[in-house]
Structure formats: C-alpha cells, structure tokens
C-alpha cells in the first residue's frame, strides 16, 4: 500500500509527505512497543527514503482529522475503559464513523 502511495505522490510532483505517528498503534500498554504490519515505521521511512521525497512525522497521541475516507471512532478506548460511563462520551461522536 505505502509504495504505491508514495510513487503516485512523488509523480504528481509532491516531494514531502507528513504523517501522524499513531502512538496508541506502536505502544500497545506501557513498554509494550509494537512496529509490524501497518506499524512497521521503519518500513514507511526506507519507502519514502527510497523515492528521494522529504517526510515529517508528527510523533504524539494528539490527531487532527485528516484520516483517508473520513473520521475514524477516536472514542472507542474511552468506551472501552470506561464501559457503560464511557458510551454517553463516545457515542455522539462514534455515529461520525
């Protein structure tokens, strides 16, 4: 997926590609790290190296909404660790995903 991407990006002359750093995916519980699959930031790094195009990654658990195909259910883990008191939270803003 990441290199056609990044070839589409690169041939429609896009030389920086800035990404979020979705850390809740690479620390699963504290000092439980995890980079596979999707994660693999190495991977993603070397791809978009390898294209000669600039990249910024946004390291940090804040998210802005620019997530491809529209907003993605951000509340989920509220209700999850919250349970019954998390659903009032999370559902107004679950209904958008």
């Not at 910024?56 to 529209?70: C, K, Q, S, T």
């Amino acid at each position: 997926m990441w290199l056609g991407l990044v070839k589409t990006t690169k041939e429609g002359g896009i030389n920086v590609i800035e990404t979020y750093v979705f850390w809740n995916g690479h620390e699963l519980s504290p000092g439980n790290y995890y980079f596979g699959g999707w994660y693999d930031l190495l991977k993603f790094v070397k791809i978009v190296q390898q294209a000669r195009t600039y990249l910024i990654l946004r390291f940090g658990p804040f998210v802005v909404a620019e997530w491809n195909f529209g907003v993605e259910n951000e509340y989920g883990h509220t209700e999850k660790i919250y349970g019954d008191g998390g659903k009032p939270y999370a559902s107004p803003h679950g209904s958008f995903s």
